[in-house]
């Protein structure tokens, strides 16, 4: 039998399940609990569950619950209802707003379908019209380009026949403006497809023009022989001037000023005829090498007036005849500078001032050495590809090419931004095989100077004024031989050029290095003998130049070139530290060989100063023995005389010192005199102080063989020399204070250790200060306890 409350429960479950579901769940939801009851079930279970928070035994407010959730299904009902009424309202009005939109949709595409079709079919009877008249404007096109065709020819033909007409009648200046009218248009059909007309107005335009100019220079010529051009010779001041002289110079100036006015058609001629390959068909003598100066053509006087000179230059210098040599370049350089030279007066007072009232620009001195150089240029590139196998013959030739260069930018003032004939030797070929033999011939007469009979002598030691360097003749020929290096490259006008030079010039010098360095060890058997000073005489010189060569303005150039280009060649092996010193010229071009000289230079310094002091403690030994402990007090003695046993070692200083400051230049014998000094001072603090025992009488000697004899030697260099025997001066100081004063310092600096030891208070003052009261500095107080304890003058002993 059932309990109450399952029945109870039952019925609760079938009417909430009316009213739960439509609220609380989707109706898939309802649709899975609906086909398992026992889902239902559950679900209802635990809705009641969480509404009363009970068992379900206990449920007894049920009721109230089916009352509320009818009531809010009634509430939901009432919302659903006023919602579904106002809604059709609104829905149709947005349909019927649609209708209307679709039917005006409609209503434009049947007019555009409409107009469409008019169009079309107004198009399909327009085509035709189109098609004519399209042909009708191509035919206007076509007949107005042949109107213009023939109005272009006929205006060519009017200018041509203008030009025939003022030459019949002589109006030079109209014919000129008619040929400059010409050259105009043809500038104007450059874009123009018309190749025909361009051809017949180019040709025509050369036909009068070369009529002009030939007329022109007919009469310039004659103008020019009246006046004796060209002046082969140097000009003379007998010459009397001629009768008409005011009607010549009054044609002069009028041909001048008619040909400068024919210069725009003869440009255009001549650029015509390069951009061609054809060769223009006037008789300009600016060679084919001329392209290279990119400079502005010669004016038309200037080249007429080069035509004499041009043929005379091929005659004597062309085909057989004897002045036409491979081994004498220097006779036509020297006689195209007696050219500019002879007729640059005649240039300046007749031709210059004409220029100048015509409005020209240019000078007609410069013009002219510009067009003798295009004469020249054509001649010296022929021979140096021809001597690029004879070693002789090209060195010849750059020689004579530098010194035509130079004489040309100072006797003749040449512009330096115009080209001479320096870019013909910076042609691959040429320039390789410039560097070429400029190293073998280096390396030839370095050669020849170290096997000299005088390689190792210095040509100014007789002088000594000059011989402060005293530098052997092998190494001041060397750098002789680089500076003319330098003078021959330094006038070229690429940096990347001279870079390559000074290369050369590195390796040169490295060479010559590693020369010295062969010979040295040969040498370095006997570093005394003055083959050895030499030597390093040699090396010092060399870095010494070196030194200057890198505060040099044209060095400091280069530099600053090799950093902007880059140069590999220049900068290899350098970090990029180095490269960045070398850009903000803290360092040279040279440091690398500076440093592997400064080496060298100090080894061979060590091993003279090793050598002679090697002879110095020889002599010494005696000396490093003397009995210093029973010596008699410095009372016992009237005079005080250097020690027996250290003349020798006073001699054999004497005489190095003497030897050295021969033999050796002055910087490097302060080096040397000073390095001897500080190894003497070692000596003599370690094996004759610091080895004995000394007296009252002992250390007295000591001190007067120091200051009175040695100190001495070395007072003909410097004004203080006790200053570079610091140990032995202060020794001596030690050992010559008196008994008191010995005894004081020696408690003072035992109580000093006692307290380092014990650790006490630093408030006593350091035992360097009684020291330096003393006049001693170099030594520590260590080492001067130990002094002391080497005096053999203590009370009770």
């Known amino acids: 039998m059932a309990a109450p409350g399952t029945a109870s429960l039952e019925r609760t479950m079938k009417v909430t399940d009316n009213f739960i579901k439509p609220v609380h769940m989707t109706t898939q939801s309802r649709e899975s609990l609906s086909a398992d009851p026992e889902k239902l079930r559950d679900y209802v279970v635990d809705f009641l569950g969480e509404q009363e928070g009970c068992e379900i035994t206990f449920l007894t407010n049920v009721g109230d619950l089916l009352q509320s959730l009818r009531a809010e299904n009634s509430a939901l009902e009432e919302q659903v209802l006023t919602?579904?009424?106002?809604?059709?309202?609104?829905?149709?009005?947005?349909?019927?707003?649609?209708?209307?939109?679709?039917?005006?949709?409609?209503?434009?595409l049947q007019r555009d379908q409409l107009i469409f079709n008019i169009l079309h079919q107004h198009q399909q009877v327009a085509q035709p019209w189109m098609d004519n008249l399209n042909q009708t404007c191509d035919q206007v096109d076509t007949i107005e380009r042949h109107m213009k065709y023939l109005r272009c020819l006929q205006h060519i033909e009017e200018l041509s026949a203008a030009v025939q007409q003022c030459l019949m009648t002589s109006s030079m200046w109209e014919a000129i403006k008619a040929v400059d009218s010409m050259a105009v248009?043809?500038?104007?059909?450059?874009?123009?497809?018309?190749?025909h007309l361009q051809d017949f107005l180019q040709e025509t335009l050369r036909f009068w023009h070369k009529i002009i100019k030939?007329?022109?220079?007919?009469?310039?010529?004659?103008?020019?022989?009246?006046?004796?051009?060209?002046?082969?010779?140097?000009?003379?001041?007998?010459?009397?001037?001629?009768?008409?002289?005011?009607?010549?110079?009054?044609?002069?100036?009028?041909?001048?000023?008619?040909?400068?006015?024919?210069?725009?058609?003869?440009?255009?001629?001549?650029?015509?005829?390069?951009?061609?390959?054809?060769?223009?068909?006037?008789?300009?003598?600016?060679?084919?090498?001329?392209?290279?100066?990119?400079?502005?053509?010669?004016?038309?006087?200037?080249?007429?007036?080069?035509?004499?000179?041009?043929?005379?230059?091929?005659?004597?210098?062309?085909?057989?005849?004897?002045?036409?040599?491979?081994?004498?370049?220097?006779?036509?350089?020297?006689?195209?500078?007696?050219?500019?030279?002879?007729?640059s007066t005649f240039m300046e007072e007749k031709i210059q001032p004409i220029l100048d009232r015509a409005g020209a620009t240019f000078s007609a001195r410069v013009e002219l050495?510009?067009?003798?150089?295009?004469?020249?240029?054509?001649?010296?590139?022929?021979?140096?590809?021809?001597?690029?196998?004879?070693?002789?013959?090209?060195?010849?030739?750059v020689e004579e090419v530098l010194q035509f260069e130079k004489e040309l930018r100072s006797n003749q003032l040449y512009p330096a931004v115009l080209p001479g004939l320096l870019h013909l030797l910076l042609e691959d070929a040429v320039l390789q095989k410039w560097l070429t033999v400029e190293k073998k011939m280096a390396v030839e007469k370095m050669d020849a100077m170290l096997s000299a009979e005088g390689a190792w002598s210095s040509q100014y030691k007789d002088i000594s004024d000059m011989d402060e360097l005293k530098a052997p003749d092998c190494a001041e020929t060397f750098m002789t031989l680089l500076q003319v290096i330098t003078e021959r490259y330094r006038a070229l006008p690429c940096p990347s050029a001279q870079l390559k030079f000074l290369e050369l010039q590195r390796e040169l010098v490295d060479d010559f290095r590693i020369r010295l360095t062969q010979v040295m060890k040969e040498e370095s058997r006997c570093p005394l003998g003055v083959r050895y000073c030499a030597i390093l005489n040699a090396v010092n010189y060399i870095s010494t130049i070196l030194g200057d060569w890198g505060d040099n303005v044209f060095f400091l150039q280069l530099q600053q070139a090799a950093v902007s280009l880059?140069?590999?060649?220049?900068?290899?092996?350098?970090?990029?530290?180095?490269?960045?010193?070398?850009?903000?010229?803290?360092?040279?071009?040279?440091?690398?060989?500076?440093?592997?000289?400064?080496?060298?230079?100090?080894?061979?310094?060590?091993?003279?100063?090793?050598?002679t002091m090697r002879e110095i403690t020889e002599k010494a030994k005696p000396y490093c023995q003397d009995r210093w402990l029973s010596l008699p007090s410095q009372h016992d003695q009237s005079t005080m005389t250097l020690s027996s046993t250290a003349c020798p070692?006073?001699?054999?200083?004497?005489?190095?010192?003497?030897?050295?400051?021969?033999?050796?230049?002055?910087?490097?014998?302060?080096?040397?005199w000073q390095g001897l000094a500080e190894r003497l001072d070692?000596?003599?603090?370690?094996?004759?102080?610091?080895?004995?025992?000394?007296?009252?009488?002992?250390?007295?000697?000591?001190?007067?063989?120091?200051?009175?004899?040695?100190?001495?030697?070395?007072?003909?260099?410097?004004?203080?020399?006790?200053?570079?025997?610091?140990?032995?001066?202060?020794?001596?100081?030690?050992?010559?204070?008196?008994?008191?004063?010995?005894?004081?310092?020696?408690?003072?600096?035992?109580?000093?250790?006692?307290?380092?030891?014990?650790?006490?208070?630093?408030?006593?003052?350091?035992?360097?200060?009684?020291?330096?009261?003393?006049?001693?500095?170099?030594l520590a107080p260590c080492d001067v306890l130990i002094l002391l304890n080497l005096r053999a003058s203590w009370p009770g002993q």
């Open 83 to 108: 919602v579904s009424s106002s809604v059709p309202p609104k829905v149709s009005e947005a349909l019927m707003a649609a209708e209307r939109a679709r039917c005006s949709l409609e209503d434009l």
């Open 566 to 611: 880059g140069e590999e060649l220049v900068l290899r092996g350098q970090g990029v530290m180095e490269v960045g010193r070398l850009a903000s010229l803290e360092g040279s071009l040279f440091d690398g060989l500076l440093a592997l000289l400064d080496r060298l230079k100090g080894d061979m310094l060590g091993r003279l100063l090793e050598w």
């Open 649 to 672: 070692m006073m001699l054999c200083v004497r005489d190095r010192l003497l030897n050295l400051h021969n033999v050796l230049s002055l910087s490097l014998f302060q080096l040397a």
């Open 682 to 778: 070692s000596f003599l603090y370690q094996d004759v102080i610091l080895c004995n025992h000394f007296s009252d009488g002992g250390a007295a000697q000591l001190q007067f063989d120091m200051t009175r004899n040695l100190f001495p030697l070395f007072g003909h260099y410097c004004k203080r020399p006790e200053n570079f025997f610091k140990h032995v001066k202060e020794a001596c100081v030690i050992l010559c204070l008196n008994v008191g004063s010995a005894i004081l310092l020696r408690t003072v600096l035992n109580e000093s250790e006692e307290e380092l030891r014990d650790w006490a208070s630093a408030e006593d003052p350091p035992p360097e200060s009684a020291l330096n009261e003393l006049g001693v500095y170099c």
């Open 214 to 343: 030939d007329r022109l220079a007919g009469d310039f010529e004659k103008i020019l022989v009246q006046l004796h051009w060209p002046i082969i010779s140097p000009p003379t001041q007998s010459l009397t001037p001629a009768a008409n002289c005011q009607e010549i110079s009054s044609q002069l100036e009028l041909l001048v000023t008619q040909l400068l006015a024919l210069q725009t058609s003869d440009d255009l001629i001549s650029q015509k005829a390069s951009s061609s390959g054809q060769a223009p068909p006037s008789t300009h003598p600016v060679s084919s090498t001329m392209h290279l100066s990119k400079a502005p053509p010669l004016c038309l006087p200037i080249q007429i007036m080069l035509l004499p000179l041009s043929r005379r230059f091929k005659y004597h210098f062309y085909g057989n005849r004897q002045t036409n040599s491979l081994s004498k370049p220097e006779w036509y350089l020297t006689q195209v500078l007696m050219w500019m030279g002879n007729n």
């Open 185 to 195: 248009l043809d500038c104007g059909l450059n874009q123009s497809g018309c190749s």
């Open 369 to 397: 050495c510009r067009g003798l150089l295009s004469v020249v240029q054509e001649k010296v590139a022929s021979d140096a590809s021809r001597l690029l196998y004879d070693d002789v013959l090209f060195c010849h030739l």
